[in-house]
Each structure stands twice: as C-alpha cells, then as structure tokens.
C-alpha cells in the first residue's frame, strides 16, 4: 500500500528554517518525480517543488533561492529544506507522487496528509 | 506561466443534481488537465486525469472532458459525499498550476 507520512512543521518565526520531511512506502522514490504542494489557510493549491527521477530538481519562483527540495533513496525519504522563511509561506505541506513514474502528465494520485507551518513573530 | 480559470467558484447543488465544472487555460494545454476533489482538513484526490480518463477506485458519476483551453468536469448525479472543493491542474507545462477551486455546497 502507498503512503506518504509528512513530518516536520511546526511555529517558526521569520527569516527562520525549517524542514520538512516526506517517508514514502509502497513505492520507491528514486524512481518517480516527487513533488510538494503547499495550501495557504483558506486558499488554493500551489505547486512548490519538484525532484525528478533523475535528481534534477525545479521549484516555483516564489521559493526559488529559499528552499532546496532533496530525497535520501535509501530511506525513501524525500525534504524540503526551508530557509529564509516569510509570513506567505504559512500553509499546509504536502508532498505527492506522479501517477505516471516519469511523467508530470497523469497528475499526483497519492498525497501525504500534510505539515502545517506557521512563519509568525 | 500557464493561468488556469474555474468558473463557478462556488455552487449550491441538491443530491441527485447534474453538476458542472469548467476550467480555461490561458493557452493550450492538449488534454494535460487533471481535476482533483478536497475536503475539509484532507488532502486533495485525484479524480481525472489527462482530461477525461478515470481515476481507478473514483465512481463512474464522475466524467471529464475538453481539450486545447476549455475543459469540463461532470458529476452525473450528485451525492451527499460529493459536496467538496474541486480543483483542475495543468500538467502540460511547469509550474504545474492550479485552477482557483470550485466549492460545491449543499442546496
């Protein structure tokens, strides 16, 4: 079975880090493009940060610079490392597979339940 | 980046309704559309993906459609445990981007 267990949020103050951490089982990570998405209270769906099978990574430009999205193969285990963190980052993490291993294309049909991280002073 | 514009942006349905959902892009995106469901406190559920293919485990009520910039999601008859947030994405380009949501209330 598939799951994805987000770990790591919490209150953090700005310009502060953070990381947040994604273990995955059912599947292997090396082999899929696994990417985080982030919720705002109340709002909509952002896409963050992507890791592509072959390692390369992108992110959206308003993280870009900020946060660097990694996985350790070994322990199916994917992060996001958060650094510089403003009030607009405040959301809910959650990290997703592909539902084709290579391929942004099918969409993401598994999702963690999602990290809350609150940037407030 | 690709914009991507639902309409409406809420609804009140009763159960047994035919309910619509549509969704532009602000250029083509062939059939690299996918629509997801979310609930109050849950992670979003991948409902259809590239258009108009089922997702496996999702009920036939559900259908989607469209291609290039306009695409539809139709729920056949609407359900009590359908009354939720629905959001289409474009995978056709990165960012991946979101539709604004469509929340679907109860009449």
């Known amino acids: 079975e598939v799951q994805l267990v987000e770990t790591g949020g919490g209150l953090i103050q700005p310009g502060g880090s953070l990381r947040l951490s994604c273990a995955a089982s059912?599947?292997?990570?090396?082999?899929?493009?696994m990417t985080w998405v982030r919720q705002a209270p109340g709002k909509g769906l952002e896409w963050v940060a992507v890791?592509?099978?072959?390692?390369?990574?992108e992110y959206a430009a308003s993280v870009r610079g900020r946060f660097t999205i990694s996985r350790d193969n070994s322990k199916d285990t994917v992060y996001l490392q958060m650094n510089s963190l403003r009030d607009e980052d405040t959301a809910v993490y959650h990290c997703?597979?592909?539902?084709?291993?290579?391929?942004?294309?099918?969409?993401?049909?598994?999702w963690g339940q999602g990290t809350l991280v609150t940037v407030s002073s | 980046d690709i914009q991507m514009t639902q309409s409406p942006s809420s609804l009140s349905a009763s159960v047994g309704d035919r309910v619509t959902v549509t969704c532009r892009a602000s250029?083509?995106?062939?059939?690299?559309l996918n629509w997801y469901q979310q609930k109050p406190g849950k992670a979003p559920n991948l409902l259809i993906y590239?258009?108009?293919n089922l997702q496996s485990g999702v009920p036939s009520r559900f259908s989607g459609s469209g291609s290039g910039t306009d695409f539809t999601l139709t729920i056949s008859s609407l359900q009590p445990e359908d009354f939720a947030t629905y959001y289409c994405?474009?995978?056709?380009?990165?960012?991946?981007?979101f539709g604004q949501g469509t929340k679907v209330e109860i009449k």
């Open positions: 059912g599947f292997t990570v090396s082999t899929n493009y």
């Open positions: 590239a258009a108009s």
């Open positions: 994405q474009q995978s056709y380009s990165t960012p991946p981007t």
């Open positions: 250029q083509t995106i062939r059939n690299y």
């Open positions: 997703a597979k592909t539902r084709d291993p290579r391929s942004f294309k099918g969409g993401w049909d598994y």
């Open positions: 890791v592509y099978s072959g390692g390369n990574t």
